[in-house]
């Protein structure tokens, strides 16, 4: 089993180091940043550009963080990275103008966003590119068909399944998804616990992390149940875990 140690050993900062779109925005190099400086592993969401680069953005829609009509499908990565975030000098970055500026210092977990009939390449080019990246990176989705692709299209990087829930059909749907080889689960901290967080943790002894952690309870649960937490809003260096 690969050693993922790295990938617990740290909080890790929900799209960057943010400070809740006040005047540091998610998924924004600055977020990055200043997570990297403060030694926090980095969560970040990656959509297809419509000329199939990988482009850092949570929302398919671009309305909310850059106040632009339209989907990021429809953009090139250079129509993308010309748009300012939320209203400050920050643009859009692409994956790779956000691993070359964390460059190593911490670890990366990317979380794959797809829009069916959208992201063909979506796994394919951020797989190429993870395996060229000199530090710890791991990719995850939500998305049971780019979790699949995970073994062929990415191999050697460590492939997550991002999940919630306690009700009996998404707890199964979970469980068919081991067969795809996944290294580690991102479960809604809310949701725990489940059977099927305990049952990887203990059973396979694969890691959890959870999302999104935003107050102390939050981090109790995480540390109860899982193995690291996902957190935004406040530093947790700053608070006690329990």
Avoid at 59 to 75: E, I, M, N
Avoid at 112 to 127: F, N, T
Avoid at 140 to 155: T, V
Wanted: charged share 25%.
């Amino acid at each position: 089993m690969t050693d993922l140690s790295w990938l617990t050993a740290r909080p890790i900062a929900h799209r960057g180091l943010h400070d809740m779109n006040k005047t540091r925005w998610e998924n924004t190099l600055s977020a990055f940043a200043a997570a990297a400086e403060r030694g926090y592993a980095i969560e970040c969401d990656v959509h297809l550009s419509s000329d199939r680069v990988p482009v850092i953005i949570h929302d398919g829609d671009l309305k909310r963080l850059t106040g632009q009509d339209g989907f990021v499908w429809q953009r090139t990565a250079a129509e993308m990275t010309a748009l300012k975030i939320g209203g400050t000098s920050d643009h859009l970055p692409t994956l790779q103008q956000a691993l070359d500026l964390v460059d190593g210092r911490v670890p990366v977990v990317v979380e794959l966003k797809g829009v069916p009939g959208r992201d063909e390449d979506l796994v394919e080019s951020v797989g190429k590119m993870l395996k060229n990246y000199k530090g710890k990176a791991a990719i995850m989705s939500f998305d049971h068909w780019l979790i699949r692709d995970f073994p062929k299209h990415a191999p050697g990087i460590p492939g997550g399944l991002t999940a919630y829930g306690n009700e009996v059909k998404l707890i199964e749907a979970h469980f068919a998804m081991l067969a795809h080889d996944i290294a580690f689960t991102s479960y809604a901290a809310g949701d725990l616990p489940n059977r099927f967080v305990s049952f990887v943790r203990k059973r396979l002894k694969m890691p959890v992390i959870t999302w999104t952690v935003l107050d102390q309870p939050a981090v109790d649960l995480t540390f109860r149940y899982a193995d690291q937490m996902t957190f935004e809003g406040f530093e947790p260096d700053l608070m006690q875990v329990a």
